[in-house]
Every structure is written in C-alpha cells, then in structure tokens.
C-alpha cells in the first residue's frame, strides 16, 4: 500500500525558469493539499485541491503558482518565473477524512 | 489567521527520560494531530485527536487535547534514541468546508544514549 509519492524529490532551477512539483495521492484517497516549509519553520498551507476542483486556496501566492489535480494523473504545483524567495521544501498531503499523509517532499533550489 | 505556539522550542534529554511538548493556538480546533519530522523527509502522522479532552495513546506516546479546544499535549515516555526528530502540532479547523491545517514551529528532540 503505497504512500504519497512525490517527484522530483530535488530539483534546481535558475532564476525565470518553470518548476514543476508531482504529487500522486495514496490509493483511494480524493483529497490533496500542498504545504511549503522553509528552515527551521513549520509547514505553511499552500491549497486544497480534489479531484479537478480547487477547494481552498487561501494560502497560495496570488501571482506566479497554481495548482492542480486533473481526473487522471497527479496534482501538479506549478511554479513560474521562480525567484530565490522559493527556495523550499514542497510537501504534498492526501487524506480522506481529517488525517493527512505526507508525502517526502520536494526540495526545490532557485540558483 | 490562526496561530499555534508550541513550546519548547528544543530539548536535549537523556536516554529513557520522559518528554513532554505543548502546543497552544488563539483560537479553537476540531483536531488535533501530532506529526515527526525526520531530516530530509515529510512529516509522519503520530497521533490523531478528535474530541475534547481526548487523550490518546500509540506505544509510549500519549497525547490530550485540551478541554477549550485550544491546546494540546504529547508525552513520550522512556525516550530512546531514534526519537530524535522534529515533533510538530497541527491543528484543524474544518468549517466552511476548509481542511487546512495550521502547524506549530517545532520541538527539535535530541536524545543522549
């Protein structure tokens, strides 16, 4: 029974280039959240996705991410024009009811 | 929006002492979840609380949430050394249809063999 995956699990991108975070849920769960966390901090919500609907997206960044979470495949955190600022971890969550899984996270680095 | 303090901030304790870690928020939670961060890795979920007053326990970790909804707490008994790690309290407040979860700063664990 395998968990939340996510990939890549690092990724470097120079300064105006696109990143591109995969998350596939665990099996049966409809519910996916992304959660960036900075050093020495606790995770931040970022959005609440189900299946091809946006729930939530109260703590994403008005301008340059979005997400999504299509009827097949996985949900995708798409960050554009990357700045140093988003340099993060990236973590993606599933659940069905109020516990969430997370996955290992993606480390992105903006050079 | 909603904050969480958790105290301490860090601990160095011997082996086979007990821990005890708290979270407080300004304003209330239906649940409460305790995660473990390990470097390099997403948190792992450790104990889920869902009423007031719960007290729930997993091996030799026992959590409570409190009676106003807004805290919480986790003990872990006769710590050994791989419960080194960052412990996180998470809380949930689900109206309006929203799941997100605000997380405390972290209580780094470091246990001396």
């Known amino acids: 029974n395998a968990g939340v995956m996510q990939n890549p699990r690092h990724l470097v991108r120079r300064r105006g280039q696109e990143a591109r975070l995969r998350c596939s849920p665990m099996?049966?769960?409809?519910?996916v959240y992304w959660y960036r966390q900075l050093p020495e901090e606790g995770l931040k919500f970022m959005v609440y996705?189900?299946?091809?609907?946006?729930?939530?997206e109260s703590g994403m960044p008005k301008e340059r991410f979005s997400a999504e979470f299509p009827k097949e495949g996985p949900s995708i955190l798409r960050i554009q024009q990357v700045v140093r600022g988003d340099s993060a971890a990236y973590f993606c969550?599933?659940?069905?009811?109020?516990?969430?899984?997370f996955g290992p996270g993606t480390r992105l680095t903006v050079t | 929006g909603q904050q969480l303090n958790q105290s301490p901030q860090s601990m160095f304790i011997q082996e086979g002492e007990d821990v005890s870690m708290n979270c407080t928020s300004s304003?209330?939670?239906?649940?409460w979840l305790w995660y473990k961060q390990d470097p390099g890795e997403g948190p792992v979920l450790l104990i889920a609380?869902?009423?007031?007053?719960e007290l729930t326990s997993n091996g030799r970790l026992t959590a409570q949430f409190g009676i106003t909804r807004k805290d919480s707490f986790l003990n872990i008994s006769a710590s050994i050394p791989s419960d080194v790690g960052i412990y996180f309290c998470?809380?949930?407040?689900?109206?309006?249809?929203?799941?997100?979860?605000?997380f405390g700063k972290g209580t780094k664990l470091s246990v001396i063999p």
């Open positions: 969550a599933s659940s069905r009811g109020e516990e969430q899984y």
């Open positions: 996705l189900q299946k091809e609907n946006i729930i939530d």
């Open positions: 998470a809380g949930l407040y689900s109206g309006a249809g929203s799941y997100q979860l605000t």
């Open positions: 609380l869902y009423k007031a007053g």
């Open positions: 099996k049966g769960h409809s519910h």
């Open positions: 304003s209330i939670f239906n649940t």
